[in-house]
């Protein structure tokens, strides 16, 4: 049965862009001998996630993408990514 009730979309750039940004940047972080700690996205990259991941964040397990904690970080704008480094 389609409803007929409005859903709010995320306009930035795609989950599948921010994923492939992180892929990016990760495997380069390894390819340099690097074993990143964690994930740096825009405020509204890291609000996607959460909601795409509501039911980890419930039950209290940190938001990761690639087995690896994200946080939001205000200066970056949105689909961008950075590397927390040891």
Not at 72 to 77: F, R, S, T
């Amino acid at each position: 049965m389609i409803s007929n009730n409005i859903i709010t979309t995320y306009q930035g750039p795609s989950l599948g862009v921010l994923l492939d940004n992180a892929r990016d940047e990760i495997v380069a972080g390894r390819n340099a001998g690097i074993e990143p700690i964690g994930l740096f996205v825009s405020p509204r990259d890291f609000e996607q996630v959460a909601q795409t991941k509501a039911r980890e964040e419930r039950n209290g397990i940190a938001l990761r993408i690639f087995g690896i904690d994200i946080h939001a970080e205000p200066d970056l704008p949105e689909g961008a990514v950075r590397l927390m480094l040891p």
